[in-house]
């Protein structure tokens, strides 16, 4: 077949661009010149169909933690496919794997989040969330207590309602979003947006727009805060040390749901396991995704606290739910996945070996002339660009000009990095060595150095 067989790189690009859509791109610029093709991987490096060999900073979709070609997850897929591919746990029924990941994530996840809610991705299970406080409020005898409130330039998925909670623009601004009762407030972006404040002032100033935001609406009207612990897809947005405790004790004192969206921050990202558990949050909800599985095989959901789990089991049918919920494979790998970032101490490596040390290398580029600012959390970081570092000031427009031709010029020194406007991003797999942090870092910075 195709796959086992394929055909020369020019003739997949043109079949690719006759009957593929790709996500998030311009589909007739990308047909002219054509998607590169990648064929296989391994630890933090991918292959393309012309034998190039690029390093993966961004870890796919900031999803492939434990790195490329665990051959124990496929094992994992393999005998779960062969033992029960397929069942679902909606009519009085359950699976081993279900129960089992289910049972290693209530030891994981911080706090009292001890029931999870199975998806797919990170953008059902913020729905699922959606769903979950309305109700929670509802059989609690508050149903005007729904608005959802998020911040602008979030991300928290694509469908409908996710990327309704999301507060990305070019988002809304195709097929008529956001849904009602959402509400975005302005997010914690000190480089951009902190103007003569201290990033400790920033911080507490925008926690509190929240506590503004829930005067205005009515605590009556609000059922729940969402929140990326650092804004991911919005630009890597590390928050000033003043805004996550301020955001908790807001919705501790106004009886407002919290809701950590740790699809990216999640399973050791940040250097510990959770983005709670670095920023000491403590949410009612988390969502998770991504690195739950590496990315070996599509999962998420919803790890929900005992007494909003308490609530809703109480409340009669929850009428809702997915066809692959709990999706007996996705959910076999997702524990072999936990087993070896576990084992391995991946995330105990990262918090006290490679962390500090891509801080301290990452840290140098703010040297550079051109950068305005280099910040790092754990294994995810950013560099803003400016022509005016003094001043923080941004390139004008068209904003992302900058970025995107870095961007362009790591692939073609053989890095794959991600650009956000004019700031560039990383998020590499967890198992990135010292060594591959040299690596990075002499790619990244001569990209720099030829965007200019
Ligand atoms: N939430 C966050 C914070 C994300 O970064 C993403 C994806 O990048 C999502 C949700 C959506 O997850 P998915 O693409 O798996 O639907």
């Given at each position: 077949n195709m796959i086992t067989n394929h055909p020369p790189t020019k003739e997949l690009q043109e079949l690719d661009a006759a009957h593929h859509m790709h996500p998030f791109t311009a589909g007739a610029e990308l047909a002219a010149k054509g998607a590169r093709v990648i064929t296989s991987a391994k630890g933090v490096t991918l292959t393309d169909s012309e034998g190039v060999e690029l390093m993966d900073a961004m870890a796919g979709l900031w999803c492939v933690n434990i790195g490329y070609g665990r051959h124990e997850l496929a094992e994992a897929a393999a005998r779960q496919m062969r033992e029960l591919p397929y069942y679902n746990t909606f009519f009085q029924t359950t699976h081993v794997p279900a129960v089992a990941l289910a049972t290693k994530l209530a030891e994981l996840v911080p706090g009292d989040l001890n029931q999870v809610f199975y998806g797919c991705s990170g953008s059902d299970a913020n729905d699922t969330n959606i769903r979950l406080v309305r109700h929670y409020w509802a059989a609690k005898g508050?149903?005007?207590?729904k608005v959802i409130i998020s911040r602008k330039?979030?991300?928290?998925?694509?469908?409908v309602a996710a990327a309704s909670l999301g507060g990305m623009s070019a988002m809304h601004a195709q097929g008529g979003l956001p849904i009602p009762d959402i509400h975005h407030i302005d997010e914690p972006n000190w480089y951009a947006q902190?103007?003569?404040?201290s990033p400790e002032e920033f911080g507490l100033e925008r926690a509190r727009q929240l506590e503004q935001a829930i005067a205005e609406i009515g605590e009556d009207r609000v059922a729940a805060f969402i929140a990326e612990p650092i804004q991911g897809a919005g630009g890597?947005?590390?928050?000033?040390?003043?805004y996550w405790p301020e955001i908790q004790r807001i919705c501790d004192a106004h009886e407002i749901l919290l809701i950590a969206d740790e699809v990216i921050c999640g399973f050791g990202r940040t250097g510990n396991w959770f983005g709670c558990d670095t920023f000491n949050i403590r949410p009612d909800i988390m969502t998770i995704a991504k690195g739950l599985s590496s990315g070996y095989a599509p999962i998420g959901g919803s790890m929900v606290s005992d007494e909003v789990a308490e609530v809703i089991a109480n409340?009669?049918?929850?009428n809702h739910g997915y066809?692959?919920?709990?999706h007996p494979v996705s959910a076999a790998v997702a524990l072999e996945n936990l087993r070896i970032l576990e084992e391995e101490k991946i995330v105990d490596t990262v918090r006290d070996v490679t962390a500090p040390y891509l801080a301290e290398r990452w840290t140098e580029l703010a040297d550079h002339p051109m950068i305005g600012e280099a910040k790092v959390c754990g294994m995810v970081a950013s560099v803003a660009m400016s022509p005016d570092k003094a001043n923080r000031a941004p390139f004008q427009a068209p904003a992302g000009t900058i970025g995107l031709m870095c961007r362009d010029r790591c692939f073609e020194n053989k890095l794959v990095m991600r650009h956000v406007g004019d700031r560039m991003i990383i998020s590499p797999p967890l198992i990135l060595t010292k060594d591959d942090i040299d690596t990075l870092m002499d790619r990244a910075y001569r990209s720099i150095d030829e965007a200019y």
């Open positions: 508050k149903p005007d207590k330039n979030a991300y928290h998925g694509s469908t902190g103007g003569d404040l890597v947005i590390i928050p000033p040390e003043t409340a009669g049918d929850f066809t692959y919920s709990a």
